[in-house]
């Protein structure tokens, strides 16, 4: 059974940070687009940030260049999501998913030019003092 599972969500005071990680069972990410999503309420979902799990080309969206960092672990099969200097606007439940690079590159997934077609139940971030 394949699965995404997100952790590492929480509440976190503006500036601050927090890693979200996610684990993938049921499949190896040898060669796939893996990345986040986010989607806040009364918004549609928006892809934050996506990895290759084959040579680690990265895509950031504008709204988390400079302050979010994403990475693999492909020997325990899990991608990271580092986000620092957190803002309001970045509350959001948090998705990971992931397709197969065959059928896309990085960055058309993440702009959901191809839609990934695995995903997470979902962690929620939320910023606020």
């Known amino acids: 059974q394949v699965q995404l599972v997100e952790s590492g969500g929480g509440l976190v005071q503006p500036g601050g940070s927090l890693r979200l990680s996610c684990a993938a069972s049921g499949f190896t990410l040898d060669y796939y687009a893996i990345g986040w999503f986010r989607q806040a309420p009364g918004k549609g979902r928006e892809g934050v940030s996506c990895i290759s799990s084959s040579d680690g080309s990265t895509y950031y969206g504008d709204s988390v260049k400079g302050r979010f960092t994403i990475s693999r672990d492909n020997a325990k099969n899990t991608v990271y999501l580092q986000m620092n200097s957190l803002k309001p606007d970045d509350t959001a439940v948090y998705y990971c998913?992931?397709?197969?690079?065959?059928?896309?590159?990085?960055?058309?997934?993440?702009?959901?030019?191809?839609?990934?077609?695995?995903w997470g139940q979902g962690t929620q971030v939320t910023v606020s003092s």
């Open positions: 998913a992931a397709r197969p690079l065959r059928r896309t590159t990085v960055k058309d997934m993440c702009v959901m030019r191809n839609a990934p077609i695995y």
